[in-house]
């Protein structure tokens, strides 16, 4: 008994060690490593979320870095290629149409001034010759109405009138262009908004977890800056279309009013010329002759 005793007071002290060091080890180590893990799983867990968010600050940091000149032709893609195109055509057709429409082209001083002198002259030929020649309103219409007094001073007016209403009817066409592209910007405007719009919902739509905002600022900027586009075009097209509509009005019955005048002065210098009336008729002859 005293020596299993004295084995077991041997032994005991070794198990006490032991189980100590066991102790020591679990607590010094194997606590310290599962909490490392456990601390770790959050931090991995985090890095996606904080590699996402300096993903996005960076694709943030590259549209703001990005030129605004660049950013404005990729938004506006195809669509806007074309509004820049009818844009171009709008600026030349503006410019032709101020070019055109002025009373100094469709009533030329010189040639008024050219046929009073003549009239006074009673050269009737040679007027009816100065204005023939002439691609003028003014001289359309009064060659119109000299070639038409042998039929009588009202059949000629009536006649000057008519081709006056033509004239103009043609004026108009060649402005209505502009009611046109006035309709037809805001329209591609708004092929443009859904574009946009469609890209911006595509993208809430495909996102199961996480959208990205800049994609979808994306295509509502698009959608935006292409609507834009369109009524930057259809308003000054809207406003020109009335300016000369309102010019065509002026010069032609500005025009049809001189030409008339003249006209009626052309028959009352004929007919107290006597025998002047006969050269009077005479282009209209030498006209149909040709």
Same mark, same amino acid.
């Given at each position: ?7 077991? !007071? ?45 993903? !996005? ?81 003014? /001289? ?41 592209? /006035? ?8 092929? /443009? ?24 600022? !994306? ?57 002047? !009336? ?13």
């Amino acid at each position: 008994m005293f020596q299993a005793g004295g084995s077991i !007071g041997r032994v005991m002290p070794w198990m006490m060690l032991t189980a100590v060091l066991l102790t020591a080890w679990s607590a010094g180590w194997l606590l310290p490593a599962q909490a490392a893990e456990e601390e770790a799983a959050p931090a991995a867990a985090a890095a996606p979320a904080e590699g996402e968010a300096a993903s !996005g600050t960076e694709e943030r940091e590259a549209a703001k870095q990005k030129p605004w000149l660049i950013w404005f032709i990729e938004s506006s893609g195809l669509i806007g290629l074309f509004i820049l195109l009818l844009s171009i055509y709008f600026v030349a057709t503006v410019c032709r149409l101020f070019w055109e429409l002025r009373m100094e082209v469709a009533v030329p001083p010189d040639l008024v001034a050219r046929a009073q002198e003549l009239l006074q002259q009673k050269n009737f030929k040679e007027i009816f010759t100065l204005v023939k020649e002439d691609d003028s309103l003014f /001289g359309r219409l009064v060659s119109t109405g000299i070639g038409e007094l042998p039929n009588g001073l009202a059949e000629a007016r009536d006649v000057m009138e008519r081709t006056a209403e033509a004239i103009r009817v043609d004026m108009e066409k060649r402005i209505s262009i502009l009611a046109v592209l /006035g309709t037809l910007g805001p329209m591609i405007g708004l092929l /443009g908004t859904l574009k946009g719009m469609i890209a911006s919902f595509s993208v809430i739509a495909r996102s199961d977890v996480q959208m990205k905002a800049s994609e979808v600022a !994306g295509g509502i900027s698009e959608a935006l800056l292409l609507t834009f586009e369109g009524v930057a075009l259809s308003v000054p097209a809207i406003y020109f279309f009335s300016l000369f509509r309102n010019r065509v009005s002026t010069i032609s019955t500005s025009a049809a009013l001189e030409a008339d005048q003249f006209v009626r002065h052309f028959a009352h210098a004929a007919r107290s010329k006597g025998p002047a !009336g006969a050269a009077a008729a005479a282009p209209k002859a030498a006209a149909k002759a040709e």
